[in-house]
C-alpha cells in the first residue's frame, strides 16, 4: 500500500510488487516498509517527499579503496558489475576453508551438525551430534532462522527465532540445447497478478556466456519458483510434486521468452 498511495496503482504492481518477489520472495503487500525500505521512510520523513529525497540523496559512485591488487584494478576500470569462479560459488568457501585449516588457533568441525546451543553469559555451549559439548566465548551463525530457533530452543531468542517466516523457494535450471535467445539482459521478475508461483527468469548465458558449453550451441536460464507462494501451488517443499514445478517452469519459459529465439 506504501508505493500505491504514493506512486499508483502501476508503480505498485510493476515495480514494488515484483522486486519483493525477487528479492525476498514475499508478497510485497505483508510487507512492512519501514523494515524493506527504511531508506526511503527516511528520506520521505526528513524531506516531506521520496522524490526530494531521492534528488538530494543521489547515489554517489563508490570511491576506490583498493590496492595495486591486479586483479581488484581490472574489476575498477573495466567496469565490472557482476563475477563469476570458473568452478562455481563452491569456489569460494573451500578457499577459506584452505585458508583456515593451515591457520593456527582454528579448529574446524567437517559433518558435525549442531543439535543444541546454551547461553549461560558469559559462556556459550554448543552441542554437537557426537555429543561432546564446545565452548567459547562468541557464536555468527550462518544458519536459517528456523535451524538456529531448533538449536536455541531452550533460549529466550530460540522463540522469536521461530516466529521468522521462512518461504521456500525452487530454482529450476534449463539448458536448451541448438536454441539460442536474444536475451541481452539479467533475467525479468514476474509480477504476482500476472503468474504468482514463479518470481522471475534468470538469463544465465546473457550474464556469464563463457560458462556456456563450446560443444554446442546453447541457452540456459534459471527460474526462481514459489516462495510465498510455494505451499498454495505445490504443498509442502518436502514431499512436492518436482515434475509440476518443472513443467511450469517450462511453460513460463515458452510464455516469456519462447518468440525471442
Known amino acids: ?46 524531506n516531506q517527499s521520496i522524490i526530494k529525497s531521492m534528488y538530494r540523496n543521489k547515489v554517489k559512485e563508490p570511491e ?21 569462479f570458473n568452478h ?13 585449516r593451515d591457520s ?9 551438525p549442531v543439535d543444541h546451543i546454551s547461553v549461560r553469559n558469559p559462556e556459550v555451549t554448543v552441542t554437537v551430534k557426537d555429543g561432546k559439548p564446545r565452548h567459547c566465548d562468541y557464536i555468527v551463525s550462518a544458519l ?37 535467445f536474444d536475451l541481452q539482459a539479467f533475467g525479468c521478475l514476474i ?13 544465465d548465458s546473457a550474464i556469464f556466456p563463457e560458462s556456456d558449453t563450446t560443444d ?9 519458483i514459489g516462495g510465498e507462494w510455494f505451499e498454495k501451488y505445490f504443498g509442502d517443499a518436502q514431499s512436492c510434486d518436482q515434475d509440476l514445478i518443472r513443467t511450469m517452469a517450462l511453460d513460463t519459459v515458452k510464455q516469456y521468452v519462447g518468440n525471442n529465439g
Request: charge should be neutral.
Open 191 to 203: 509480477p504476482s497478478y500476472e503468474n504468482p508461483a514463479v518470481l522471475g527468469i534468470i538469463f
Open 1 to 46: 500500500m506504501f508505493f500505491k498511495r504514493r506512486f499508483g496503482r502501476d508503480i505498485a504492481e510493476l515495480i514494488s510488487d515484483p522486486m519483493c518477489r525477487g528479492i525476498l520472495a514475499s508478497d510485497s503487500r505483508t510487507l512492512g516498509v519501514s523494515a524493506v525500505f527504511p531508506h526511503l521512510v527516511k528520506g520521505e520523513y526528513e
Open 216 to 224: 554446442y550451441k546453447s541457452c540456459r536460464l534459471s527460474l526462481m
Open 144 to 180: 536459517p532462522s528456523f535451524a538456529l530457533a531448533r538449536a536455541l530452543r531452550d533460549e529466550q531468542i530460540g522463540k522469536h527465532l521461530s516466529d521468522i517466516k521462512f518461504n521456500d523457494v525452487a530454482l529450476v535450471s534449463l539448458e536448451f540445447r541448438d536454441i539460442s
Open 88 to 100: 562455481g560459488m563452491e569456489q569460494l568457501p573451500r578457499a577459506i576453508l584452505n585458508i583456515l
Open 64 to 84: 576506490f579503496v583498493g590496492n595495486s591488487n591486479e586483479f581488484a584494478l581490472k574489476a575498477k576500470f573495466d567496469g565490472w558489475r557482476m563475477m563469476n
Open 104 to 112: 593456527p588457533n582454528v579448529d574446524i568441525y567437517e559433518n558435525s
